[in-house]
């Protein structure tokens, strides 16, 4: 039975229900793909037959190759395993690991855990939309630290806290020229807004797609040299595969692949509504204002924890997010926002599924000046 949830669910970053189509995959492979697809026997054949066309329907979507599609447990388990693969065959060339300040706590953690690597923060653009700090890495400054050698670079597509995209064709074609490697972590862009067509190596959550929350991707490009702690079983890193997980991440983006555009032009301006009536109630909204994710707004209010907005909303029926975007206790700051600068203990987070609507959208703007009104009393 496929899982329901809120009308006024607001948290698409933290997952959504799988379909009935990706639920029922999901269900077929698990009666099929029990056996360990390096088996030679029938059993395990079926297995890696199974998992073979979950990474062939995948990156036909990404217009590259099977054999530079991997499955990993998680999106953190795929950025530790690329990373720590180049560090392993580049740390002789350079310990320097440049990372921007907003990354992901995923990417920071990764990076922070090599022995041996010094971790480079990357200067935000303080120069952008008339001096606001947006959340785009400076690329004067990435330039300047590549002049110094590096190991490798991390640079996300965009952020999935506060939407802003980042000039990454332009600090790819910086670090190519360097000659040094760009880890990209696409969390919250695969069928919400372009993909970059050029990349060293890209990670994403099957989740941002409808898929099940237990597999990521790592896509790398053929140039890409790297050496994970333990090499890729079949196409997965670490671990025993969860196959039936791959193929429903497979289906899922299948699913999702014809119509994703339109809805995000419909999000887009659900956001832009959003936004525009957070403006006029004299709240912040974080990130670029254009170029930025279609699905994603992050604003912070002002006398009143986050946590306790998204208490009284969930009460109201809106499910929304407080907090950084990569951890689930929302007591937790937000590095993104200290690092740009902004409140970052009273920030709430919305990100929209892909089936929202406007009804949605009228709900919690009918909603949040009583929840607010409550929480600041």
Not at 102 to 126: H, I
Request: proline share 7%; hydrophobic share 45%.
């Amino acid at each position: 039975m496929k899982a329901e949830r809120a009308p006024g669910y607001l948290d698409a970053i933290a997952g959504v229900p799988l379909s009935s189509a990706t639920l029922a995959a999901w269900q077929s492979a698990a009666t099929q793909a029990w056996s360990d697809p390096a088996r030679m026997h029938h059993a395990g054949r079926a297995s890696g037959l199974l998992l073979d066309s979950a990474r062939a329907s995948i990156a036909n979507f990404l217009g590259v190759s099977p054999a530079n599609v991997f499955f990993a447990g998680s999106g953190p388990d795929a950025l530790r395993a690329t990373i720590s693969g180049i560090f392993a065959v580049r740390s002789g060339i350079s310990p320097r690991i440049l990372v921007g300040s907003v990354e992901s706590m995923a990417v920071l953690g990764a990076a922070n855990s090599l022995p041996g690597a010094k971790v480079v923060p990357l200067a935000l653009d303080r120069a952008a939309n008339m001096g606001a700090i947006t959340g785009a890495i400076d690329l004067t400054h990435l330039q300047s630290q590549l002049s110094l050698g590096a190991a490798m670079a991390c640079v996300q597509v965009a952020n999935a806290e506060v939407g802003t995209r980042q000039p990454f064709a332009e600090a790819l074609t910086a670090c190519r020229t360097a000659g040094v490697p760009l880890v990209a972590d696409a969390t919250a862009v695969i069928t919400h807004d372009q993909l970059p067509t050029d990349f060293d190596v890209l990670v994403a959550p099957a989740k941002d797609w409808g898929g099940p929350p237990g597999v990521a991707i790592v896509v790398t490009s053929p140039q890409l040299r790297w050496r994970p702690e333990e090499a890729p079983d079949r196409g997965w890193i670490g671990g025993f595969p969860d196959i039936p997980a791959a193929v429903a991440a497979a289906v899922a983006l299948e699913e999702a692949a014809p119509s994703w555009q339109i809805q995000a032009e419909s999000n887009r301006a659900m956001i832009d509504r959003v936004r525009s009536e957070l403006l006029s109630m004299n709240l912040t909204c974080a990130g670029d204002p254009t170029a930025r994710l279609p699905h994603v707004l992050t604003f912070c209010i002002e006398g009143a924890a986050g946590g306790a907005l998204v208490t009284e909303l969930d009460k109201r029926g809106i499910q929304v997010a407080s907090g950084s975007a990569c951890t689930a206790d929302t007591r937790m700051p937000s590095h993104v926002l200290e690092a740009m600068g902004m409140p970052n203990d009273s920030s709430i987070r919305i990100s929209l599924p892909p089936d929202c609507s406007d009804a949605t959208i009228d709900l919690f703007l009918a909603q949040l000046p009583e929840a607010l009104a409550v929480v600041t009393a």
